[in-house]
């Protein structure tokens, strides 16, 4: 049996980073984000090379799945606890909904009935819509859905709290148009690497995280880009 496989998992780290506001972003015709830069930091500190892709959520989880890619940082997605090793929290997150300032959100019943737009290819926002009884409407990104919530196409937007803030504020929509945010979860953004990256390879990573979480250097990239 060839051990190049192996080798090669030895010095390169194919990350995936999901392309979907301050997690990843093209800027200025480079790639930026909080995931993307701490997946390039993850990887120097280790010792590795890195291969750092944008792709959609879905695309990379399907990736990690097929064996296609060794890292991505996402929340608890779509199954993913069972195709890598978590190794680790990196930023909390809050969940919420957000409606125009007529559509007051007070308590996840009023969501019930509702059509919600949601990130295209997130499994976790499905399964929130059966739990709170919304209509699910995949969305490219947070930007599209707060274009559509204002064009009355959609009567709410699902995401991070902190993403979805900054996406209104991108795209130049005022607060005042908007009502107050609706809390549906709290969890955290983690780092996951694939099960078959080889033991050894998985625990420099993890020791690499807790280096760079000692070093402050995850807390400058949070402060960096709010998600």
Request: net charge neutral; glycine share 8%; hydrophobic share 45%.
């Amino acid at each position: 049996m060839s051990c190049l496989p192996a080798l090669a998992q030895d010095r390169e780290l194919r990350i995936v980073t999901v392309e979907l506001g301050a997690c990843g972003r093209l800027e200025g015709g480079r790639p930026v984000g909080f995931c993307f830069e701490l997946g390039n930091a993850l990887a120097r500190e280790a010792g590795l090379e890195a291969e750092n892709r944008l792709v959609p959520l879905a695309r990379g989880v399907e990736e990690v799945a097929t064996d296609k890619a060794d890292l991505i940082i996402i929340p608890p997605e779509g199954g993913i606890a069972d195709l890598a090793e978590d190794i680790g929290p990196v930023k909390a997150i809050t969940l919420a909904a957000w409606a125009r300032v007529e559509t007051p959100l007070r308590d996840a019943r009023d969501l019930a009935g509702k059509t919600v737009a949601v990130v295209r290819g997130s499994r976790h926002e499905r399964e929130q819509a059966g739990e709170l009884h919304f209509i699910p409407f995949p969305c490219k990104n947070h930007e599209l859905a707060f274009k559509m919530l204002m064009a009355g196409r959609v009567d709410a937007v699902l995401g991070p709290l902190e993403g979805l803030a900054e996406a209104a504020r991108r795209i130049g929509l005022r607060r005042r148009f908007l009502g107050e945010p609706l809390v549906v979860e709290r969890d955290f953004m983690r780092v996951y690497v694939s099960t078959s990256v080889p033991s050894p390879v998985r625990d420099r990573l993890r020791r690499a995280l807790n280096r760079l979480i000692e070093d402050g250097t995850v807390a400058r990239l949070r402060d960096r880009y709010p998600i």
